[in-house]
């Protein structure tokens, strides 16, 4: 079992930054993959940006060069810098892993508003 909780969402103005962060908790030894969705109201869940256990990224073309992931996996902590945000960017941001074996995991989520 894994758990995952969310921090560091808020309000801010568009042009502003953001550091989300979620911290992992449990059997984390077999987990590969982390990373984002965020979900807008009315909206289907999107992926935001992943990262293996090895460090190889990947964005949404949406993202790509303003936000940036991170992992530490001694800590199992995962990171998400957002840069330039933009209105469009308002979401509930969910941190999730998953398992080598397909397991799935997923944190409560945070809210992140941009304002313009």
């Known amino acids: 079992q894994v758990q995952l909780v969310e921090s560091g969402g808020g309000l801010v103005q568009a042009g502003g930054s953001l550091r989300l962060s979620c911290a992992a908790s449990?059997?984390?030894?077999?987990?590969?993959?982390m990373g984002w969705y965020r979900q807008a109201p009315g909206e289907q869940r999107e992926l935001v940006a992943t990262i293996t256990r090895g460090g190889s990224t990947d964005y949404a073309d949406s993202v790509k060069g303003r936000f940036t992931i991170s992992r530490d996996n001694a800590k199992s902590t995962l990171n998400l810098q957002m840069n330039s945000l933009k209105p469009e960017d308002t979401a509930v941001y969910y941190c999730?892993?998953?398992?080598?074996?397909?397991?799935?995991?997923w944190g409560q989520g945070t809210q992140v508003t941009v304002s313009s």
């Open positions: 999730y892993c998953d398992r080598y074996s397909g397991l799935k995991y």
């Open positions: 449990g059997s984390m030894f077999s987990v590969n993959t």
